[in-house]
Nanobody, 124 residues
Framework: QVQLVESGGGLVQAGGSLRLSCAAS????????MGWFRQAPGKEREFVAQ????????YYADSVKGRFTISRDNAKNTVYLQMNRLKPEDTAVYSC?????????????????WGQGTQVTVSS
């Protein structure tokens, strides 16, 4: 049974930082590209970042480029999202996801497994 469990969310002031973690189990973690998505109230889920299985390729949404960094530790079966210079518009539930597809994808249907999400709230 595949499980993705996020942690690290919380309330932070604008300009602050948070680091999200996503611990994976039940899958060969090092074979999956990993992504982070977010969903704000009343909005559709949107792509934030993706990292290849090897950690050599990264992709970011324009809205977070230069502020967020995705990384992974295959020995710990964990993917991270370091979020700096947070803005109120970053407020959302952040979810990690795993895809067996070898190519880059920011599309929700491309991902095979999803975590429950962790709330990030940025106050102004």
């Amino acid at each position: 049974q595949v499980q993705l469990v996020e942690s690290g969310g919380g309330l932070v002031q604008a300009g602050g930082s948070l680091r999200l973690s996503c611990a994976a189990s039940g899958l060969t973690f090092s074979s999956y590209n990993m992504g982070w998505f977010r969903q704000a109230p009343g909005k559709e889920r949107e792509f934030v970042a993706q990292l290849s299985w090897s950690g050599s390729s990264t992709y970011y949404a324009d809205s977070v480029k230069g502020r967020f960094t995705i990384s992974r530790d295959n020995a710990k079966n964990t993917v991270y999202l370091q979020m700096n210079r947070l803005k109120p518009e970053d407020t959302a539930v952040y979810s990690c996801a795993a895809t067996a597809k070898s190519y880059y994808s920011g599309s929700v249907p491309s991902y095979d497994y999803w975590g429950q999400g962790t709330q990030v709230t940025v106050s102004s």
